[in-house]
């Protein structure tokens, strides 16, 4: 399973992290990734972590913003989002899988999502 916390509301130009624990054999996945979502649209990827090399992506919307790592002792994956703004308010789900992907789809075991507000 997987647990994510860290959202709340932020006014624009600060920051906020988020966390995605997991539990059992979840951590076993070798891929990380945290999507975001809105009402009436679809769930887009915003970053992914292969837990192997480190290799990370990001989308070009949260690039140079948002960074994503990895405490493996803590079996945590974090997101921290800097000088946040109001298109970031969303939904946030971290999720594993095995493929280096920003597409939804291809995960298998998802969170349940920690709402981000960025008041302008």
């Known amino acids: 399973q997987l647990q994510a916390s860290g959202g709340g509301l932020v006014q624009a130009g600060g920051s906020l992290r988020l966390s995605c624990v997991a539990s059992?054999?979840?951590?076993?996945?070798?891929?990380w990734g945290w999507f975001r979502q809105t009402p009436g649209k679809q769930r887009e990827g915003v970053s992914c972590?292969?837990?192997?090399?480190?290799?990370?992506h990001y989308s070009s919307s949260v690039k140079d913003r948002f960074t994503i790592s990895v405490d493996n002792a803590k079996n945590t994956v974090y997101l921290q989002m800097n000088t946040l703004k109001p298109e970031d308010t969303a939904i946030y789900y971290c999720?594993?899988?095995?493929?280096?992907?920003?597409?939804?789809?291809?995960?298998?075991?998802w969170g349940q999502g920690t709402l981000v507000t960025v008041s302008s």
């Open positions: 999720a594993s899988g095995e493929v280096l992907t920003m597409m939804p789809f291809d995960y298998d075991h």
């Open positions: 059992g054999s979840t951590f076993d996945d070798p891929v």
């Open positions: 972590i292969s837990l192997s090399d480190g290799t990370a």
